[in-house]
C-alpha cells in the first residue's frame, strides 16, 4: 500500500538538453515511462486488495475474530493492522521485486545484491509498521474519544507527527539504510559550511553517506531540524562533481530552509489531509453500516477510511505537485543568487541526469499530474532567463 501513502510521484532530475545522444536520451524516457506503470500499477494493486478486503466481507470477518483472540481493542487493532500490511505484502512481492530490483538492475541503476535487496525491504517493513501502527492506534483512539472532532484533531496532529520525523530521521531512522561517516574533504566541508554561514544557517555537521553500496544515482540534501539538522553528501558525488557543483546543489536545499518551504509544504499538506479525514468522516458514517461495521471506531471499516483519504490525495495530486513545483522554483532561484555561477548550475545539473537517467522533457500531462519539480527543460530555462548573459557565453561557446 506504499503507493496510496506517498502519491507525489517525482521523476524530474536536472539535465541539459545537449548533454543526451538521443539513445541515451531513449533510454532514459524507457525507464521513467516503466517506473510510471509500476506505480500506475502498484496504485491499482493497493486499491484493489482494499477494496476486496471491504466487499467480500473478509474485513468485518477478520474484525470479529480478533475481538473474541484479543484482550482489548488496542491490541485487535494491532492486530488488524498487522495481519492486513503481511497479507498486502505478500501478495504484492512480485510487484516489488521487480520494480526495486529487476527494473534497477537492467538499467544499470542499482548496485545491491538480490540478499542486500531483501534485507532492505524487510527492514524498510519493520520500520513502516513500527511507525503506521502507534499513528492508526492514536487515530483510532480519536475516534473512539472525539466521534465527532476526530478529523480535525487529527489533521493538527499530523503537523506534529511531521516535525518530530524531521527531527528523529537524521538521527535514527536514516543510519538504519546507510552508514554516515564525517566528511573527509575538509576543504569542501569548509565551503560548505561558509554557505550555510552566508546566509545565517546553523548546522551540526557534513557528513558522507554510503550511497554507493544501493545505487549509482547521486544526491544530497540537508535534513533535519535544529540540532539534527545536518549536510548530507551520496558519496556518488565524489568521483564526478566539482566542488561548485555541489555547493549549488546545497544552495538548492538552503534555499528551501531560507524561504521556509518545509513549514508551507506541511501546512499545505496539513490541509488536504484535513479535508479527507473530514470526507473519511462524513463516508464512515454515512456507509460503514454496509460494509458489517458497528460504527466509525470499528477497524472493519479501515478499508474504507483509507480508500476515501486516498482518493481525497489522488484528486488533489495535481495540485500538491504544482504547489511544490512553484517551491523548488524558487529554491532554484535562491541557489543561482547565492552562489552567481549559472555555470555550476547547469553543469551539476547536467551530471545530474546523466547520472539518475532523467528524462528531459516529460509529457506535459505526466508532468502536470505526476511531477513534484519542475521538468528539466523548465529549469534550465529558468536558469537562462536569471543570467541571460551566460545563455550568450553558452551559445558562443
Given at each position: 500500500?506504499?503507493?496510496?501513502?506517498?502519491?507525489?510521484?517525482?521523476?524530474?532530475?536536472?539535465?541539459?538538453?545537449n548533454?543526451q545522444?538521443g539513445r541515451?536520451?531513449?533510454?532514459?524516457?524507457?525507464?521513467?515511462?516503466?517506473?510510471?506503470?509500476?506505480?500506475v500499477?502498484e496504485?491499482?494493486?493497493?486499491?484493489a486488495?482494499?477494496?476486496i478486503?471491504?466487499?467480500?466481507?473478509?474485513?468485518?470477518?477478520?474484525?470479529?475474530?480478533?475481538?473474541?483472540?484479543?484482550?482489548?481493542?488496542?491490541?485487535?487493532?494491532?492486530?488488524?493492522?498487522?495481519?492486513?500490511?503481511?497479507?498486502?505484502?505478500?501478495?504484492?512481492?512480485?510487484?516489488?521485486?521487480?520494480?526495486?530490483?529487476?527494473h534497477?538492475?537492467?538499467?544499470g541503476?542499482s548496485?545491491?545484491?538480490?540478499?542486500?535487496?531483501?534485507?532492505?525491504?524487510?527492514?524498510?517493513?519493520?520500520?513502516g509498521?513500527?511507525?503506521?501502527a502507534p499513528l492508526?492506534?492514536?487515530l483510532?483512539?480519536?475516534?473512539?474519544?472525539?466521534?465527532?472532532?476526530?478529523?480535525?484533531?487529527?489533521?493538527v496532529?499530523?503537523?506534529?507527527?511531521?516535525v518530530?520525523?524531521?527531527?528523529?530521521?537524521p538521527?535514527?531512522?536514516?543510519?538504519?539504510?546507510?552508514?554516515?561517516?564525517p566528511?573527509?574533504?575538509?576543504?569542501?566541508?569548509?565551503?560548505l559550511?561558509?554557505?550555510?554561514?552566508?546566509v545565517?544557517?546553523?548546522?551540526?555537521g557534513?557528513?558522507?553517506?554510503?550511497?554507493?553500496r544501493?545505487t549509482?544515482?547521486a544526491?544530497a540534501?540537508?535534513?533535519g531540524?535544529?540540532?539534527?539538522?545536518r549536510?548530507?553528501?551520496?558519496?556518488?558525488?565524489?568521483?564526478?562533481?566539482e566542488?561548485?557543483?555541489i555547493?549549488a546543489?546545497?544552495?538548492h536545499?538552503?534555499?528551501?530552509?531560507m524561504?521556509?518551504d518545509m513549514?508551507?509544504?506541511l501546512?499545505f499538506?496539513?490541509a488536504?489531509s484535513?479535508?479527507g479525514?473530514?470526507?473519511?468522516s462524513?463516508?464512515?458514517?454515512?456507509?460503514?453500516?454496509?460494509f458489517?461495521?458497528?460504527?466509525?471506531a470499528?477497524?472493519?471499516?479501515?478499508?474504507?477510511?483509507?480508500?476515501?483519504?486516498?482518493?481525497?490525495?489522488?484528486?488533489f495530486l495535481?495540485?500538491?505537485?504544482?504547489?511544490?513545483?512553484?517551491?523548488?522554483?524558487?529554491?532554484?532561484s535562491?541557489a543561482l543568487?547565492?552562489?552567481?555561477?549559472?555555470?555550476?548550475?547547469?553543469?551539476?545539473?547536467l551530471?545530474?541526469?546523466?547520472?539518475?537517467?532523467?528524462?528531459?522533457?516529460?509529457?506535459?500531462?505526466v508532468?502536470?499530474?505526476?511531477y513534484?519539480h519542475?521538468?528539466v527543460?523548465?529549469?534550465?530555462?529558468?536558469a537562462?532567463?536569471?543570467?541571460?548573459?551566460?545563455?550568450?557565453?553558452?551559445?558562443?561557446?
Amino acid at each position: 500500500m506504499r503507493a496510496l501513502l506517498c502519491l507525489n510521484f517525482d521523476f524530474s532530475f536536472w539535465i541539459d538538453p545537449n548533454s543526451q545522444t538521443g539513445r541515451e536520451d531513449e533510454r532514459a524516457k524507457t525507464y521513467n515511462r516503466t517506473k510510471r506503470v509500476l506505480f500506475v500499477v502498484e496504485l491499482v494493486y493497493a486499491l484493489a486488495f482494499l477494496l476486496i478486503l471491504l466487499v467480500s466481507g473478509a474485513s468485518s470477518a477478520l474484525a470479529r475474530s480478533l475481538e473474541i483472540l484479543a484482550t482489548n481493542i488496542w491490541l485487535t487493532v494491532l492486530l488488524y493492522v498487522f495481519i492486513v500490511g503481511v497479507a498486502y505484502d505478500v501478495i504484492a512481492v512480485p510487484l516489488e521485486f521487480y520494480g526495486g530490483f529487476v527494473h534497477e538492475h537492467r538499467y544499470g541503476q542499482s548496485t545491491q545484491t538480490f540478499s542486500a535487496w531483501a534485507w532492505d525491504q524487510i527492514k524498510s517493513k519493520v520500520v513502516g509498521f513500527a511507525i503506521a501502527a502507534p499513528l492508526i492506534e492514536a487515530l483510532y483512539w480519536l475516534l473512539r474519544a472525539y466521534p465527532h472532532r476526530w478529523w480535525l484533531i487529527a489533521s493538527v496532529l499530523f503537523i506534529a507527527f511531521a516535525v518530530v520525523m524531521a527531527n528523529i530521521a537524521p538521527v535514527l531512522l536514516m543510519p538504519i539504510f546507510y552508514k554516515f561517516i564525517p566528511l573527509r574533504d575538509e576543504e569542501l566541508k569548509k565551503r560548505l559550511l561558509a554557505l550555510c554561514e552566508k546566509v545565517n544557517t546553523k548546522v551540526r555537521g557534513v557528513y558522507e553517506m554510503d550511497m554507493s553500496r544501493k545505487t549509482r544515482a547521486a544526491n544530497a540534501a540537508l535534513v533535519g531540524l535544529g540540532n539534527t539538522r545536518r549536510i548530507v553528501l551520496g558519496d556518488t558525488l565524489f568521483e564526478r562533481y566539482e566542488p561548485d557543483e555541489i555547493e549549488a546543489i546545497l544552495a538548492h536545499e538552503l534555499g528551501h530552509h531560507m524561504n521556509w518551504d518545509m513549514w508551507k509544504g506541511l501546512l499545505f499538506q496539513s490541509a488536504i489531509s484535513m479535508l479527507g479525514f473530514f470526507v473519511a468522516s462524513v463516508v464512515l458514517n454515512a456507509y460503514g453500516a454496509s460494509f458489517g461495521s458497528r460504527g466509525p471506531a470499528d477497524i472493519t471499516s479501515f478499508p474504507l477510511l483509507v480508500l476515501t483519504c486516498a482518493g481525497v490525495a489522488l484528486v488533489f495530486l495535481p495540485v500538491s505537485n504544482a504547489f511544490s513545483r512553484r517551491l523548488e522554483r524558487r529554491a532554484d532561484s535562491f541557489a543561482l543568487t547565492i552562489t552567481g555561477d549559472p555555470a555550476a548550475f547547469v553543469s551539476m545539473m547536467l551530471k545530474l541526469g546523466e547520472q539518475n537517467l532523467s528524462e528531459f522533457e516529460p509529457n506535459p500531462i505526466v508532468e502536470f499530474i505526476l511531477y513534484s519539480h519542475p521538468s528539466v527543460k523548465r529549469r534550465i530555462a529558468h536558469a537562462r532567463r536569471m543570467f541571460p548573459a551566460f545563455e550568450g557565453k553558452a551559445a558562443e561557446g
